[in-house]
């Protein structure tokens, strides 16, 4: 069954979680007993309806707070489709939350409450969106039964948004504009009445009926050796298979290929999954794959198509999110995991920060903090093969590891 990652950006008290629990409650996707606690719990806090945001605010500062701080998961099927919703942060200090959730996700859902309309978290969530490459963005314009199912209303937001969609970079982008009350239901999962006015889907059939070439960003295919399968039996003596995931196309049995770093080519001669073979492996699929020549191939490097090459280089320049309280600055040297790879990386120059609400850029600073966004040079101690992250989502993007803690400290999208 198709998997679908969807990403929801909103700000304080826009729903968003209250939208996700309508659509597990709608869907029927919710436990008894998880249903139970939430209505003991709204009865408890003196509501006359379900407080449906409970279903998804698992920790306890977010239930006493009211808001969103880390990113959850939250699983759903329908007959159609499996659903992964990242419940992502809307405050401006978690805008790595936001990052983190966004940066796996095909769709994303940007809701606005019908009374506040356009405000400038709104903009620093669309910008996320564009900068991360999501192809399907729908605008949910939330709580419609506090202005009364207005037209109108719902139209001067739409407006305000479109000349925000102007500003943005990536223009191959779908955007949807759905009026929707998240508390009562409307035009949710179920159509609703109260809004006669519009003719469009219900969120949940908005998604229902997307297709995987209107969410997956194509490109050509790139194949990361995950793992050298070597077994250790009579039977498959000779037997020498490379694991791992196709990013951005497809491969075939024929094809000519070339492995990286070693520029070395050769032919794929079989395709597994298990016990099976395949003519093709698509696009996303976990394959071994052997080649017609015995050649030299171990984790971290890649085969592509003979005339696909990607850029192999020492140095490039890219977009920093930047997730840690230690400062990113010039000189400073990080672990830049690029897929399975991981090598030693310098920074070389901070270009300019990245004001995530449209309204410029900083081009005097030369430190990053927690939360900033920047265009940031690197120098590596050995080349990687990359592909721009606007030209390949997979392959034109990082993570950068602290050498002493070993922590994640930032994302990066290579220019």
Same mark, same amino acid.
């Given at each position: 069954?198709?998997?679908?990652?969807?990403?929801?950006?909103?700000?304080?008290?826009?729903?968003?979680?209250? #939208?996700?629990?309508?659509?597990?409650?709608?869907?029927?996707?919710?436990?008894?007993?998880?249903?139970?606690?939430?209505?003991?719990?709204?009865?408890?806090?003196?509501?006359?309806?379900?407080?449906? !945001?409970?279903?998804?605010?698992?920790?306890?500062?977010?239930?006493? =707070?009211?808001?969103?701080? *880390?990113?959850?998961?939250?699983?759903?099927?329908? !007959?159609?489709?499996?659903?992964?919703?990242?419940?992502?942060?809307?405050?401006?200090?978690?805008?790595?939350?936001?990052?983190?959730?966004?940066?796996?996700?095909?769709?994303?859902?940007? #809701?606005?409450?019908?009374?506040?309309?356009?405000?400038?978290?709104?903009?620093?969530?669309?910008?996320?969106?564009?900068?991360?490459?999501?192809?399907?963005?729908?605008?949910?314009?939330?709580?419609?039964?506090?202005?009364?199912?207005?037209?109108?209303?719902?139209?001067?937001?739409?407006?305000?948004?479109?000349? #925000?969609?102007?500003?943005?970079?990536?223009?191959?982008?779908?955007?949807?504009?759905?009026?929707?009350?998240?508390?009562?239901?409307?035009?949710?999962?179920?159509?609703?009445?109260?809004?006669?006015?519009?003719?469009?889907?219900?969120? #949940?059939?908005?998604?229902?009926?997307?297709?995987?070439?209107?969410?997956?960003?194509?490109?050509?295919?790139?194949?990361?050796?995950?793992?050298?399968?070597?077994?250790?039996?009579?039977?498959?003596? *000779?037997?020498?298979? $490379?694991?791992?995931?196709?990013?951005?196309?497809?491969?075939?049995?024929?094809?000519?290929?070339?492995?990286?770093?070693?520029?070395?080519?050769?032919?794929?001669?079989?395709?597994?999954?298990?016990?099976?073979?395949?003519?093709?492996?698509?696009?996303? !699929?976990?394959?071994?794959?052997?080649?017609?020549?015995?050649?030299?191939?171990?984790?971290?490097?890649?085969?592509?198509?003979?005339?696909?090459?990607?850029?192999?280089?020492?140095?490039?320049?890219?977009?920093?999110?930047?997730?840690? !309280?230690?400062?990113?600055?010039?000189?400073?040297?990080?672990?830049? =995991?690029?897929?399975?790879?991981?090598?030693?990386?310098?920074?070389?120059?901070?270009?300019?920060?990245?004001?995530?609400?449209?309204?410029?850029?900083?081009?005097?600073? *030369?430190?990053?903090?927690?939360?900033?966004?920047?265009?940031?040079?690197?120098?590596?101690?050995?080349?990687?093969? $990359?592909?721009? $992250?606007?030209?390949?989502?997979?392959?034109?993007?990082?993570?950068?590891?602290?050498?002493?803690?070993?922590?994640?400290?930032?994302?990066?999208?290579?220019?």
């Amino acid at each position: 069954m198709e998997v679908l990652k969807i990403a929801t950006a909103g700000s304080v008290d826009d729903g968003k979680s209250t #939208l996700i629990g309508r659509i597990l409650y709608d869907t029927k996707s919710l436990t008894t007993d998880k249903l139970e606690a939430i209505k003991n719990t709204s009865k408890k806090n003196g509501y006359d309806y379900l407080d449906f !945001s409970l279903a998804t605010d698992g920790l306890v500062a977010e239930r006493e =707070q009211g808001i969103t701080i *880390d990113v959850a998961h939250i699983y759903f099927s329908t !007959s159609t489709k499996s659903y992964i919703i990242a419940d992502t942060p809307g405050h401006v200090e978690y805008t790595r939350n936001m990052v983190t959730g966004a940066s796996t996700s095909q769709a994303a859902v940007i #809701l606005i409450d019908a009374r506040k309309g356009v405000i400038e978290q709104t903009n620093r969530h669309f910008f996320i969106n564009n900068l991360l490459r999501i192809k399907d963005v729908v605008v949910a314009i939330n709580k419609m039964d506090l202005v009364d199912y207005s037209e109108a209303r719902y139209n001067e937001i739409k407006a305000d948004f479109e000349k #925000l969609m102007a500003k943005r970079e990536y223009q191959d982008q779908k955007i949807t504009f759905i009026p929707v009350s998240a508390l009562k239901g409307d035009n949710v999962v179920h159509r609703s009445e109260r809004t006669p006015w519009y003719t469009g889907t219900t969120l #949940l059939e908005h998604f229902e009926t997307l297709d995987r070439s209107d969410v997956y960003n194509t490109g050509t295919p790139r194949f990361p050796v995950q793992y050298v399968i070597r077994p250790k039996t009579d039977a498959h003596h *000779d037997f020498r298979g $490379f694991a791992g995931k196709v990013y951005g196309g497809q491969l075939s049995v024929g094809d000519e290929v070339v492995a990286l770093p070693s520029q070395t080519k050769s032919r794929i001669k079989e395709i597994y999954f298990h016990d099976k073979k395949y003519q093709t492996a698509a696009r996303r !699929s976990s394959v071994t794959i052997t080649l017609e020549d015995e050649i030299n191939l171990s984790r971290g490097d890649m085969l592509v198509k003979v005339n696909d090459l990607p850029t192999i280089e020492k140095q490039f320049t890219a977009t920093i999110s930047w997730m840690d !309280s230690q400062t990113l600055s010039a000189g400073k040297k990080y672990i830049l =995991q690029h897929g399975v790879n991981k090598v030693l990386a310098k920074v070389d120059a901070v270009h300019h920060r990245i004001a995530p609400d449209y309204s410029g850029v900083d081009a005097k600073s *030369d430190t990053l903090g927690m939360n900033d966004i920047a265009e940031v040079s690197f120098k590596l101690n050995r080349p990687i093969y $990359f592909d721009s $992250f606007k030209e390949h989502r997979t392959n034109g993007s990082f993570i950068l590891i602290d050498t002493q803690s070993n922590s994640t400290v930032g994302a990066g999208f290579i220019s």
